[in-house]
């Protein structure tokens, strides 16, 4: 089964109102996540990594103010795109570890659709 | 971060073994080799890693080069579930653990 679970799987939202992505770690507790943005045709791109109890460390590019991000227990990271736009529509996917010798799980990501 | 090489596309029939190679010669110690792949509109499934010795699982194969320049995945008996894209990926374990995706390969399977 899914160890790694994200909600919603995919959401419509008007321009310019803000969309909370969770996710959630199911089997194990993960001090670091990862949130990734995948556009169409295209790779997954790293947005930033979620640290409980501390600060995302984010991409080059990828703007800390429009996509919060909160860690704030060791199985719950959440994103949440701010003031959102159509171009901010895209596949968004998150990701854990239970450590870092071990693989990564990826949740099953969320279609994010901004009219 | 130490990258990585993959073809394009491979195609395969349905029931044959795949081989898909992975070029990554800056790779360093601390390096562990991913495997995931992605089907459409679906998060990355983790397919295996290894770190110098050759590795088998329930669902594939990888086998490592001496040097660790390079490795393949081996899908032994492709079916239509396994068409996807698969992509090998780099995680260093110490300085960086987060894992990077480049272009993959696109993996079709013929009935």
Same mark, same amino acid.
């Given at each position: 089964? #899914?160890?790694?679970?994200?909600?919603?799987?995919?959401?419509?939202?008007?321009?310019?109102?803000?969309?909370? !992505?969770?996710?959630?770690?199911?089997? +194990?507790?993960?001090?670091?996540?990862?949130?990734?943005?995948? %556009?169409?045709?295209?790779?997954?791109?790293?947005?930033?990594?979620? $640290? /409980?109890?501390?600060?995302?460390?984010? @991409?080059?590019?990828? /703007?800390?103010?429009? %996509?919060?991000?909160?860690?704030?227990?060791?199985?719950?990271?959440?994103?949440?795109?701010?003031?959102?736009?159509? @171009?901010?529509?895209?596949?968004?996917? &998150?990701? #854990?570890?239970?450590?870092?010798?071990?693989?990564?799980? +990826?949740? $099953?990501?969320?279609?994010?659709?901004?009219? | 971060?130490?990258?990585?090489?993959?073809?394009?596309?491979? @195609?395969?029939?349905? @029931?044959?073994?795949?081989?898909?190679? &992975?070029?990554?010669?800056?790779?360093?110690?601390?390096?562990?080799?991913?495997?995931?792949?992605?089907?459409?509109?679906?998060?990355?499934?983790?397919? !295996?890693?290894?770190?110098?010795? $050759?590795?088998?699982?329930?669902?594939?194969?990888?086998?490592?080069?001496?040097?660790?320049?390079?490795?393949?995945?081996?899908?032994?008996?492709?079916?239509?579930?396994?068409?996807?894209?698969?992509? &090998? !990926?780099?995680?260093?374990?110490?300085?960086?653990?987060?894992?990077?995706?480049?272009?993959?390969?696109?993996?079709?399977?013929? #009935?």
């Amino acid at each position: 089964g #899914a160890v790694v679970s994200q909600h919603p799987s995919w959401v419509i939202c008007k321009s310019g109102t803000s969309v909370k !992505i969770e996710c959630r770690s199911l089997d +194990f507790q993960a001090t670091t996540m990862f949130w990734y943005r995948q %556009f169409p045709k295209q790779s997954l791109m790293l947005m930033a990594t979620s $640290n /409980e109890g501390s600060k995302a460390t984010y @991409e080059q590019g990828v /703007e800390k103010d429009k %996509f919060l991000i909160n860690h704030a227990s060791l199985t719950l990271s959440t994103l949440t795109v701010t003031s959102a736009h159509p @171009e901010d529509s895209s596949f968004y996917i &998150c990701s #854990a570890s239970k450590d870092r010798d071990s693989p990564l799980h +990826f949740g $099953n990501g969320t279609r994010l659709t901004v009219t | 971060d130490a990258k990585t090489t993959q073809p394009n596309s491979m @195609e395969s029939n349905e @029931e044959e073994p795949v081989h898909l190679p &992975c070029n990554h010669s800056t790779i360093s110690g601390t390096d562990y080799i991913h495997w995931y792949r992605q089907l459409p509109s679906q998060g990355p499934e983790y397919v !295996i890693h290894g770190l110098t010795s $050759n590795v088998n699982n329930r669902m594939a194969s990888l086998a490592i080069a001496e040097d660790r320049k390079s490795s393949t995945l081996i899908l032994h008996r492709a079916t239509l579930r396994d068409a996807a894209v698969y992509y &090998c !990926i780099l995680r260093d374990t110490i300085n960086d653990y987060k894992l990077s995706f480049g272009a993959g390969t696109t993996v079709t399977v013929r #009935a």
